[in-house]
Structures are given as C-alpha cells and as structure tokens.
C-alpha cells in the first residue's frame, strides 16, 4: 500500500518567538496525519517538555515514553492527563543555532475511535543532560474527529518557541 504525502501548511516562528504552533481547520480528506517539528525554546531550563492539545481538549489524554538523556535510558507514563506530552525540546541554553526534530503521527484521525499518536524525536548539542532521543506513544480518549492541533511547552513555564522554529503539516492518502 502506497502513502500520498500531502503539504498541508506550514509555519516558521518570526522574531520574538510564539507560545504556541496551531494548525486550524483540518479537513477530514486524508486517512493520517503527520507533522514535521524544527524547535528550540526561549527558556534556559534543561529539558523542556512540549505537547499538543487536539480541537482544545483539555481531557483524556495517556502517554508513555522511553528517552535518553545524556546519562542514561528512562522511562514514564501518564494518564488522564489535560495535555499529550509529544516530546523534549532545547533550550537556549544548548548548542547556539540547533534544533531539536520531531515527528508526530496520527493515524485514522477523523474516524469515530479514540485517537492514538507516536512520536520519535531527537535533539542535538553539546549539553551534559540533553534529553536527546526519545518516542512516545499516546491516547486521546475522544472519538471527535481531530479538527485542530495546538503545539505548546508543556509545564506552562511561560517559555516560547524561538524564531526559526518550524511545524509541518502533512495529509496522508492511502493510495
């Protein structure tokens, strides 16, 4: 079976940051979703963590994840959480110029189910304790089809995103 990849927006943060990346008014056209990350925060705090709330939910999500962190291996999990931890972030206190990526996929998105999502993220620098690699699984527990994304740091530090990070959103057709 064939996947289609389509582009449907993209964003690039501009000068002074953002607290958040959203992406409105999805179309239920497509079979999957999958978004493209590029990030950096503005705060100096090692380890930021970012997530995503679908359609303004703010109920129902689950997680677990295993990542690296410089050191050693770990692990965690959560559930009925108010927001879907999706992965670490830099700050600006690593590598000058670098980003973290991510991946974000969303599978049968606008079926009646409830929503499950991966992700598999990676960071890069120089730092002791980076938090570089790292996958998670979760579980939106709503069967409303996905209409809206809001990208976020998670802790509500108050931190942004900094200029030049990026987000894309894909479609996927099955073909």
């Not at 770990?74 to 999706?86: K, Q, W």
């Not at 993220?121 to 939106?140: D, K």
Request: aromatic content about 14%.
């Amino acid at each position: 079976m064939a996947n289609t990849f389509e582009l449907i927006t993209s964003t690039t943060v501009g000068a002074g940051g953002a607290s958040s990346i959203d992406f409105t008014s999805i179309a239920s056209t497509y079979t999957d979703l999958l978004i493209k990350l590029s990030t950096r925060q503005t705060g100096s705090a090692v380890g930021y963590q970012f997530g995503i709330r679908f359609n303004g939910s703010s109920s129902g999500y689950s997680r677990i994840l295993l990542y690296g962190d410089g050191v050693a291996a770990n692990a965690g999990s959560g559930s009925a959480e108010t927001f879907a931890r999706i992965a670490f972030t830099q700050s600006s206190t690593y590598t000058a110029n670098t980003f973290n990526n991510v991946e974000l996929y969303i599978p049968n998105y606008a079926g009646s189910a409830y929503k499950s999502f991966s992700t598999d993220g990676v960071s890069e620098g120089n730092a002791t304790q980076i938090y570089s690699a790292g996958i998670y699984a979760g579980l939106w527990s709503n069967t409303a089809a996905i209409t809206s994304i809001s990208i976020s740091e998670y802790s509500g530090s108050g931190t942004n995103f900094a200029q030049y990070s990026t987000a894309y959103l894909y479609g996927v057709k099955n073909a």
